[in-house]
């Protein structure tokens, strides 16, 4: 339907823009130039903005509807969920690590799978603010660990906050094994709960190495608070049901990409 209006101000467009988007899942430059009546020139300069903004995911030739990342459940309950790809991915950052490192190991139900696939025997120094990878570790005579304490997350099980930051900047590793709520390949990691977003932006800064694992689920959303530019990881681990074009937008930034 062609909507005609000289004097349809920028941010009214860009208000109609993004129902379009958001109601058809996709629109292309041609469609809205003709829907608006203003150039393909200007519909471009509006989705390079709204875009920008995180309204909506430039594409070739037009826009898709960016996903917004649901509120996460309790780790708990995330535990069953894609539980094989968590286990592959799992034993794959397992098989990164050597005896005698010193490594980070996040919360969240992912990287948890990291500690279950340790190799017998290992000798590490393991840092970690996660209670369930404390409880995993707690009887191997060869890990020694470093607990970080703090503010208590409960759905986590976890500690997150101020101190919990401040004691994780007094330490090096030469991995950081993290898991993410929502990986976009503009918009970065982003999540949705501050405290926890400040304690994981302190854990990427003592790493060597940061590998963000993550099964397919997690990427082409956004949540509401960002982590971390894509390029502040060396690596992603995540399953083969990730889409082609997101595993060739993340190896074109110069990301260590393993497929399991």
Known sequence: MLIKNDNLLRYERHIRI???VEKQGQVTVA????MFDVSEATIRRDLEELDGLGWVRRTHGGAVRLERAARELPMIQRVPEQQEA???IGAAAAGLIS???????GSGS???EIARTLPEGIRLTVITNSLPIINELAQREQIEMIVIGGQFRQSELSMVGHVAEQAILEFRADFAFIGMHAV???HGFTNDYLPETMTDRAIIQIAHQVVVVADHTKFG???SVLVA???SAKTIITDKELPDDTVQELRDVGLDLILV
């Not at 005896?99 to 190991?105: I, P």
């Open 229 to 231: 530019p894509l390029t």
């Open 184 to 186: 976009d390949t503009f």
């Open 99 to 105: 005896d005698g490192q010193t490594v980070f190991l």
């Open 18 to 20: 993004r129902s379009v």
């Open 86 to 88: 968590k286990q592959r």
């Open 110 to 112: 992912t990287v948890l």
């Open 31 to 34: 469609e809205l130039s003709e």
């Open 221 to 223: 959303r956004v949540s």
